[in-house]
């Protein structure tokens, strides 16, 4: 089966600019997750879809933050306007609903903001 | 607040030699916890998890962790590491919220 995909790989923008971030769950995953990792620290929770709702969105750090699963597919998150911290590398995961089902990671976005 | 804890920010370890990385958590009366690896330029690689049963548990790539309650630990193992194990290990534990906390990662390094 394929993996947990995002787009794109790496992403450099200005200070200001917008930058959206994709990822593709593995099909028939209902739970989708986003993670951060800002250089030199933990990885930190999102927020967290069950389908198209948002389940937890309590990490998101700001209103600059807009996550989306429309239809309960792929997943997008915007970053309006880009602020210098933001840089860090977006994981994003997925998993079956039910039970204790592992999560599967991409290989995350690498964000810049310069 | 549910935490996890990983002490050793960085471990260097020879060829063949054998590991233990070290994981210690503090979330509730049944953690269900992982250890996950992420080499460089790729993504986070589950290697076990624990959820019940056996408390010692075997995972891919040869490694190991054993659960111990009484100490809130999770240690991973390998008897004998590779020069390929060189990356990063986060382990991590997940609430009933389906939430799951990293820790803030070992990046081991091995000497040839």
């Known amino acids: 089966e394929a993996g947990v995909t995002q787009f794109p790989s790496h992403s450099v923008i200005e200070k200001g600019q917008t930058v959206t971030l994709r990822c593709d769950p593995i099909s028939g995953h209902d739970n989708l997750y986003w993670y951060r990792r800002v250089m030199g620290k933990e990885i930190k929770f999102l927020l967290h879809f069950v389908k198209e709702s948002k389940q937890d969105e309590s990490g998101m750090p700001n209103n600059r933050f807009l996550a989306e699963r429309t239809g309960g597919t792929y997943s997008t998150l915007k970053v309006q306007p880009a602020e210098l911290e933001d840089s860090g590398v977006y994981f994003c995961a997925s998993s079956q609903l039910g039970g204790w089902s592992p999560l599967h990671f991409g290989n995350g976005t690498r964000l810049t903001v310069t | 607040a549910q935490s996890v804890t990983q002490p050793d920010i960085h471990i260097t370890v020879s060829e063949g030699a054998s590991l233990e990385l070290r994981c210690n958590y503090s979330?509730?009366?049944?953690?269900?916890l992982f250890w996950y690896v992420q080499s460089p330029g790729q993504g986070l690689q589950l290697l076990l998890k624990y959820f019940s049963g056996d408390t010692l548990v075997q995972g891919i790539k040869g490694f190991e962790a054993e659960f111990k309650r009484s100490q809130s630990s999770f240690n991973l193992r390998k008897p004998s590491v590779h020069w390929s194990d060189a990356a990063e290990y986060f382990c991590?534990?997940?609430?009933?919220?389906?939430?799951?906390?990293f820790g803030k990662g070992t990046r081991l390094h091995i000497l040839p």
């Open positions: 991590a534990d997940r609430n009933r919220d389906d939430k799951i906390i």
């Open positions: 979330y509730g009366a049944t953690p269900y």
